[in-house]
């Protein structure tokens, strides 16, 4: 017998099942501790996404009991639509099966693994099957199933059946014993669930630890996240073997109907354009098209004008919640800067980037390096930080160019900073089924980069600003001191009256300060004053403008001949004498305490040199709309000579 | 219809080449570049495995060639055993299908994915099927067969099938057609082939690149390693769920012949031991066995004492191979420091852990991280670092403790060093199927920190010696010039005659050194020269031990009265008087030439903190079979006296 025939006797067909029973690791099962938290991260997942398809505002309770020193029962309960009996085993029971693969919309849950995967390391370690307890309304009765899954073949065994009482309506209830080390911490299962919360803030969990200790983490919203829509696929966003694939098992009998039919975007005259420009013949068969023709149409569609796929596919979190869910972990933060970025969707799986930059909390030191919080369509991740995109985008930038300390200008910086990123897509690239990682899409990196770049500006500026601000107050105290002695012991010697020299001291200055003052009142809102001095030795025209929160209403503006648009408040041609100051004010509504901490303040008209407090007017910050004016101030004229001496 | 009703329409079972479809990124194709690197990997890592077992050395051929702008064919040809006709649809067509999954021994490839993905992404992005041209022997046609893969199904189509002539005897050749950029650099096809012919100098392996530049990495050793064997499990390294499986399948009919049938190490008497100490009855029927019944099994393999499984099952690569792939790519590196761990095989699957420290060559700088060479199952790792056990073991070692330059005690170090850690297991656990980085096992962690710890100390005796050699020298040079001046100075003044000196700069050196030279001779072999001279103001009575190199032959040791155990050579009493100086020579033969590079020695009987260019000979390094002479000199009680003060 040759060789080749003994190793042939030697292949074999390999179960899914069978392959990640070996590989459990892969699916997020290294270690007890782990393994215990991802079975909770499958659970909560799984229930906040069926709670959603549903349109429930999610309440959702997690219980885990020590049965002996290393064996535990995790309960994992929703009120959710529940799942009809007939589904239950492949649900629960059978590795990639579920609703969500073959969508394309956002969601947590995509590959039909997680779930199955608990059950299948509940029984390999502790030997028990899976209770399921499940209902799906009113009228329906309750059934509790005990499941196991032959994982030879992948399939699902029932091991018991009965209908039962159940206080609920409807909702699924999931009893699993394994193997597991339960642990605080920063990766933990109370860290999960508690990052969790901050982004959904429409859910409502219970966590009951094994000492017994019950936390609620409270719902704060009562409305549901806007419900991401299934589309179809895009032309521009997929591969050649997808499109043969697609081709061969349409029911679509011409190609314009093919792409009409099976394809999101394409009307009838768009169909029509690919075919021309492809040169396929527009009533061929799609059964029957050449690896050629498909290659044709590909470069078609990228050739035909279509318009973007629609992006209600996604649910982004949103500047104000990822703000609001920073300030409760990061309270004395002194800047939150945050972004949500177009979405991206030619090419590829349509996604969507947010970031935010925190600076200045107590918790974080200026020796550390700073704290990366990743999410993927809502959910924290918390392991395998290095592996991720969001990690190497954030390594690859020069932080030094934001005033963060970094060696060699690449790695992860370090600063009292933390950095936020949140990839939401159809389907997130993740480097593994354990769904730790981002794997490391270019498209994926560089919307990440440019995310981060912009809150890392924001936080630039903030650091500059108070930089300029504390040497300036320094000048400005030792001047204040000085000065006056030796005005008043000049006027002495020459025995005259004491000059003025509240001029000379601004001459001294050569400084237009901007200093923002703001306070809180409930039921009222937030108080805003800016004090704008002009501690130049010239008359100065100014525009000043402010930043308001996007979520707040803008109330009283004082002096109120300004204008506002796109949500920048400003005060044009202010005239300010040399040493005078002027206050401006307004209030913002609708606000919680923490969301207005400082005031992004700019001046028009002046030398960028001359301003502290406040950043330069630049004009491509300028909405098109409304294009700046280009008034040259004589005295500014002057004033720039003077600093360029 | 219910909620749960609409849901149940959309559940789906997912076939596993439609799930690596959507997420091909998991298997390594994230992007153009890395799909044409992650297919050649796949190609040669199956022709290196397949040349193995049948007792080929291997030939392998690649070639890339460059069809359009972003479109390649890639040729991988071997010399191996070649697949059987029936068995290439299977083989090459289906994902999750091979022969390795369920054996229990060290190969580089697993799972039964990596070549039929390269076939499925070469149709995915060209539309293009895969050919297969194989051959078992010279008694047998070649065939060439035309393979697609239908997704959906994950069943192979054979598109085409004829009977070819080739010149081969016995081999097998793959041509797929596919979408990538071929790059240059550390992580490129060229990297990868060049790395894996250090660790494999059995292989011949060729490259063509698109550009027609043809690299031959030549075959260094004629030997192949030696064939890893096939093992059962080992009771001790399984789970409770795997062994409630095995029960259900085994054709014995009574524990005590599963026992012994089914595993490994278990005898009859070991068998009886298990059932004794668990309570489950001998004749009892695997098959009926109950969840608690198998617990109790679990148990008793704890208490039974039985011998560890074979490490017959796993290949390192050897110091010596380890040693001479690192000098041809670190040249002119000042150390290299290596440790091959035993197996760990108690619990889990046997593994075993390499590391290497490399420490001073000039294309390593003391600013930049030290680079990080990550190998599992001879195979080499390219991508994924950061999220690899090897990294963060090495991150959380405590580096400045070494004398490598390290922030906050942990992160990657910098200096001018390299880390290399290889993991041979039967299963190593990557943490996904693109096999980049290994998951964070603990024991795999720990073996990785206690080999790469192993050789930090290697380096910071290294650093540490040559300091203090630095510093004793410029401290020798400024007292030779100023000591005899003053002794002349004095004669001179008092007319007296030049006192003898050389005990005066003894005295004030106050160490004993010791100074290794090397010198290689062609077709002879290093002769080296240990110098000890005694700088201290008392006679020293010592013991001179060096390391033999492993792999060297020792010849000619001068003066011959030593003794050699466990590769270390030792003089005994030797007495050197203050001042005075003796040399000891021997030969290496048998290594070539950068192999040895420094002389690892140690003194012993004598204050650690007199010893310069060696070390103190350590008790606890010292072979059971010959314990350390505990004999005081005088002598050297009193200058340890002298030191205390």
């Given at each position: 017998?040759s060789?080749?025939?003994e ?5 074999r ?5 069978e392959?990640?029973e ?17 079975s909770?991260k499958?659970?909560v997942?799984?229930?906040?996404d ?5 349109g429930?505002?999610?309440e959702?309770?997690v219980e885990?009991?020590e049965?002996s ?5 995790v309960?994992i309960?929703d009120?959710g639509?529940?799942v009809?009996?007939r589904?239950?085993p492949?649900?629960?029971?059978k590795?990639?099966?579920g ?7 956002q ?5 039909g693994?997680?779930?199955s ?5 509940g ?12 209902r799906v309304?009113?009228?329906h009765p ?6 196991r899954?032959?994982?030879?073949k992948n399939?699902?065994?029932i ?10 309506d409807h909702?699924t ?9 339960y642990v605080?911490?920063a990766q ?10 901050v982004?959904n803030?429409?859910?409502q969990?219970t ?8 936390t609620?983490f409270?719902r704060?919203?009562?409305?549901l996240p806007p419900?991401t829509?299934e589309?179809?696929p895009?032309p521009?966003g997929?591969e050649l ?8 098992n349409?029911e679509?009998?011409?190609i ?6 099976d394809?999101?975007?394409?009307g009838?005259?768009t169909a029509?354009k690919?075919?021309e ?6 009533d061929?068969k799609p ?7 498909c290659?044709d ?5 990228d050739?035909?004008?279509m318009?973007s ?5 996604l649910?982004p979190?949103?500047e104000?919640?990822i ?9 004395d933060a002194?800047?939150i ?11 590829g799986?349509?996604?969507q980037v ?13 020796e550390e390096q700073?704290?990366i919080?990743?999410y ?11 592996g ?6 954030i390594e690859?930038i020069d932080?030094?160019?934001y ?7 690449q ?8 950095i936020?990123v949140h990839v939401?897509s ?8 354990s769904k ?9 990196e560089d919307?990440?980069?440019l ?16 930089k300029?601000?504390r040497?300036?107050r320094?000048k ?9 002695q030796i005005a008043?012991?000049?006027?002495q010697?020459l ?17 237009v300060?901007?200093?923002?003052e703001?306070?809180?009142?409930q ?10 001095t002009?501690?130049?030795s010239?008359?100065k025209?100014v525009?000043l403008?402010?930043?308001i ?14 204008g506002l648009?796109?949500?920048?408040l400003?005060?044009?041609e ?6 005078e ?9 609708g606000?919680p305490p923490?969301d207005?901490s400082?005031?992004?303040a ?6 960028a040199?001359l301003?502290?407090g406040?950043e ?6 300028v909405?098109e709309?409304?294009?700046?004016p ?7 004229e002057?004033i720039?000579?003077?600093?360029e001496v």
């Open positions: 017998m060789i080749a025939n190793l042939a006797e030697k292949q067909e390999i179960s899914v099942s392959f990640f070996r590989n459990k690791h892969i699916l997020g099962f290294d270690n007890t501790t782990r393994a215990l938290i991802t909770i499958e659970g997942d799984n229930a906040l069926a709670c959603e398809e549903a429930v505002l999610p959702i309770h885990i009991d049965l020193d290393d064996e535990y029962k309960v309960e009120n639509p529940g009809i009996k589904e239950v492949n649900v629960f029971g590795l990639l099966y609703s969500r693969f073959h969508q394309i919309r969601s947590r849950g995509q590959q693994i997680g779930i995967a608990v059950v299948m390391y029984q390999l370690t502790s030997g028990q099957p899976t209770t399921v307890l499940t309304g009113p009228d309750a059934y509790r199933l005990d499941l899954i032959d994982t030879k399939e699902p065994e091991k018991n059946e009965e209908i039962v009482d159940w206080e609920k909702g209830r999931l009893e699993i014993t394994m193997e597991g080390r605080r911490g933990s299962i109370f860290e999960y669930m508690r990052t969790t919360s982004v803030p429409h859910a969990l966590l009951v630890e094994p000492d017994g200790t019950r609620v409270p704060a919203s009562e409305d419900e829509v589309i179809k895009h521009q997929i073997g997808q499109l043969q694939a697609m081709a061969k349409t679509a009998t011409k314009t109907s093919f792409l009409q039919k394809f999101c975007r394409v009838l005259s029509r690919i075919c420009a492809s040169g396929v013949r527009e061929r059964k029957y098209l050449k690896t050629d023709d290659k149409l590909m470069k078609a569609f050739e035909v004008r318009v796929p629609p992006t209600d596919c649910s979190i949103g104000a919640l703000r609001r869910g920073l300030r409760t972990e990061f309270k002194d800047l800067a945050t972004t949500t970025r177009d979405p991206e969707v030619n090419g799986p349509p996604f947010e970031a935010a930059v925190v600076y200045g909390a107590d918790k974080i030191t200026e700073v704290e919080l990743r993927a369509n809502r959910v924290p991740l918390l392991y395998q930080r290095g991720c995109v969001a990690t190497t985008a690859k932080w030094r160019r005033d963060l300390d970094q060696r060699g200008g790695g992860i910086p370090r600063g009292s900073a933390a936020l939401a159809t389907n997130v690239p993740f480097t593994s089924e730790d990682a981002i794997a490391n899409i270019p498209k994926i919307e990440i980069e995310a981060v770049r912009e809150c890392a500006r924001k936080m630039r500026s903030h650091i500059r600003k108070g300029k601000m040497k300036l320094k400005e105290n030792i001047i204040r001191q000085i000065i006056p008043e012991k000049s006027a010697i025995d005259r009256d004491v000059p003025d020299y509240e001029r000379s001291i601004a001459n001294i200055m050569n400084a300060m901007v200093t923002p703001i306070t809180y009142e039921g009222v809102g937030h108080d805003v004053k800016v004090r704008v002009n501690y130049t010239h008359g025209k525009r403008i402010v930043e929160p996007p979520d707040g209403t803008l109330e009283d503006p004082n002096p109120d001949k300004i648009e796109d949500n920048k400003s005060w044009e202010i005239k300010i004498d040399s040493g100051a002027r206050t401006f004010e307004y209030r913002i509504r606000l923490d207005v400082n005031v992004d700019y001046l028009d008209g002046i030398d040199a301003i502290a406040a330069e007017w630049e004009e491509d910050t909405p709309t409304a294009p700046a280009q008034q040259i101030d004589p005295d500014e002057e720039t000579k003077e600093v």
